[in-house]
């Protein structure tokens, strides 16, 4: 896997990335690594956003989960299905987290509504996700980047969407994220590395 832009001046192209693409979570890597910054003490927070009382809004907790559950990571990790971060504590939590970090770059990840023949892609962006927007929700924005996965189809009844949007879906959604995310971590370690011999006994875990 080939570190990105920021480490050797070459820009990756914006992309959705089907979930269930064999490169997937590498594809995911090479972008995060293609978006985030040299300094070496900017702290990379992941921040995801999102409650597990909604299937559909589950893909953040979901993702923070998996992450922490690969153990300690250069990357810190806030929104999981224990701790979730969500539209009533996101305020508070976003103060917390630049409270504790000092100019952080932060990946926001969250689930969003899109295009039925969308549905199942994950979208990794430069700048801000707007939380809640798909549901008329007003929100602050999140992130310096962010990772967004199409959960199912926008345009009517949004709340009632959510609630009925497939968990096998999301939860598959959410392992893709954070295999591609932990790749990212372990290569953003060794930025000298060019190609990583990631190991198998890992990867099944997420």
């Known amino acids: 896997m080939k570190l990105g832009k920021r480490f050797f001046e070459q820009k990756v192209?914006?992309?959705?990335?089907?979930?269930?693409?064999?490169?997937?979570?590498?594809?995911?890597?090479?972008?995060?690594?293609s978006m985030l910054?040299?300094?070496?003490?900017?702290?990379?927070?992941?921040?995801?956003?999102?409650?597990?009382r909604s299937n559909g809004d589950s893909l953040g907790p979901l993702t923070g989960t998996?992450?922490?559950e690969k153990g300690p990571s250069i990357f810190s990790v806030y929104g999981t299905l224990d701790d979730p971060i969500h539209a009533v504590n996101l305020e508070e939590k976003l103060k917390?987290?630049?409270?504790?970090?000092?100019?952080?770059?932060i990946i926001a990840i969250d689930a969003c509504l899109g295009k039925l023949k969308s549905v199942g892609m994950i979208q990794i962006m430069d700048g801000p996700v707007?939380?809640?927007?798909?549901?008329?929700?007003?929100?602050p924005s999140?992130?310096?980047?962010?990772?967004?996965?199409?959960?199912?189809?926008?345009?009517?009844?949004e709340f009632f969407v959510?609630?009925?949007?497939?968990?096998?879906?999301?939860?598959?959604?959410?392992?893709?994220?954070?295999?591609?995310i932990y790749r990212a971590s372990r290569?953003?370690?060794?930025?000298?590395i060019h190609e990583l011999d990631w190991d198998n006994n890992h990867e099944r875990t997420i």
Do not use: W
């Not at 999140?142 to 009844?157: A, K, L, P, Q, R």
């Open 13 to 33: 192209d914006e992309r959705k990335i089907p979930h269930d693409e064999p490169l997937a979570k590498e594809i995911i890597s090479t972008q995060i690594l």
């Open 37 to 52: 910054p040299i300094k070496d003490d900017q702290p990379v927070i992941i921040v995801c956003i999102g409650t597990d």
């Open 66 to 68: 998996f992450l922490q």
């Open 96 to 105: 917390a987290i630049h409270e504790m970090h000092e100019n952080p770059f």
């Open 130 to 139: 707007k939380p809640g927007a798909g549901v008329k929700k007003e929100l």
């Open 142 to 157: 999140v992130g310096d980047m962010h990772i967004t996965g199409i959960v199912n189809v926008s345009g009517f009844m």
């Open 162 to 180: 959510l609630q009925n949007t497939r968990l096998n879906l999301v939860v598959k959604m959410a392992k893709t994220i954070a295999g591609g």
């Open 187 to 192: 290569a953003y370690q060794q930025p000298h």
